[in-house]
């Protein structure tokens, strides 16, 4: 776990195959289409938010999780940058998460870096 936590500590961006609005746009819009709806979601390992701020255009509520201290300054950043009030961001790993989180265990969505849950869709 160390090496991995050492890793993320140093990376600036979320690693995303490009970092251009128009491919973060597009990916958001694709998760978010295989979330189908809700009011509120998490985004765990959300990394400097380059997904998650083009999420809280259509989620009510999102939460933003994330370990590294780097990622989280550039998510905060960015998010502060946006005006977006309806985003909270906690960083933390996924044993402090649940305790930090404003709404733990209640979310209509949740994103873990690649992965998509839908709790709504059976």
Request: aromatic share 10%; hydrophobic share 40%.
């Amino acid at each position: 776990m160390s090496y991995w936590r050492e890793y993320w500590e140093r990376r600036t961006d979320g690693g995303h195959r490009s970092l251009t609005d128009d491919f973060l746009q597009e990916e958001a819009r694709e998760k978010l289409f295989h979330l189908a709806g809700g009011e509120s979601l998490l985004d765990f390992v959300c990394g400097s938010a380059d997904l998650l701020r083009y999420y809280s255009g259509v989620i009510r509520k999102a939460v933003g999780v994330d370990l590294s201290p780097a990622l989280f300054r550039r998510a905060r950043e960015s998010i502060e940058t946006r005006g977006q009030r309806n985003v909270a961001l906690v960083c933390a790993d996924d044993v402090t998460a649940w305790g930090k989180t404003p709404q733990p265990h209640s979310f209509d969505g949740v994103t873990v870096a690649a992965v998509v849950l839908n709790p709504l869709r059976s």
